[in-house]
């Protein structure tokens, strides 16, 4: 039983979910990336922030942070500072959709989810990163210490899992979410 101090995102469960969480999503991130560098720096040229010498660099910057953030998430000492440099690339992110909304540049892909996945910005995309930012808040949390049961680890592992559906699931209707307003649109 947990604390009466301790709320429930010091949870073993939920921090250990939420750790693995946001590896697995930086991890998806920076394997897109690199199997398609060229076409990321593209994305990092449409969003339009930086001079045309920096996106080569920004690009290699970029995913270095990514992988870097996967292997201190899944290194406990350094699991404070994955979270932290998690929170910010994630907040870094949504300033660059947040300005090119703004701009009114809504056709340029966000870059998240690779060729097979390409999706324009949106406001979805702010909310979607800033419950991912929560996500990686949970993630650096320091969880409480109590009895870890087997029923602990199947919650955990099922918890992964639909937490990992959930977010494939939500790129895949963010992905077709243009198609589906010209189809509607189309039928009235």
């Known amino acids: 039983m947990m604390s009466a101090m301790a709320g429930w995102w010091h949870d073993p469960v939920v921090v250990t979910v939420s750790r693995l969480v946001v590896a697995l999503l930086f991890a998806t991130a ?49 699991v404070p500072v994955g979270s932290t440099a998690a929170m910010a690339l994630l907040s870094a992110y949504i300033v660059a959709i947040v300005i090119n909304l703004a701009r009114g540049r809504r056709s340029i892909d966000c870059g998240c989810g690779g060729q097979s996945l390409r999706q324009p910005i949106s406001e979805w995309l702010v ?17 409480i210490f109590r009895d870890v049961s087997a029923w602990d680890y199947l919650v955990g ?30 039928h009235d």
Do not use: M
Request: hydrophobic share 55%.
């Open 30 to 78: 920076a394997g897109h990336k690199l199997r398609n560098f060229v076409d990321f720096q593209d994305t990092v040229e449409n969003y339009d922030l930086l001079p045309h010498d920096l996106l080569a660099p920004a690009a290699v910057l970029v995913i270095g942070l990514e992988v870097g953030i996967v292997a201190a998430l899944l290194y406990p000492p350094a």
């Open 127 to 143: 909310l979607r990163n800033l419950a991912l930012v929560g996500v990686a808040w949970l993630a650096g949390g320091s969880p």
């Open 157 to 186: 592992l099922f918890a992964l899992l639909a937490l990992s559906c959930l977010y494939v699931a939500t790129e895949h209707l963010l992905a077709n979410a243009p198609r589906t307003r010209e189809l509607v649109a189309a």
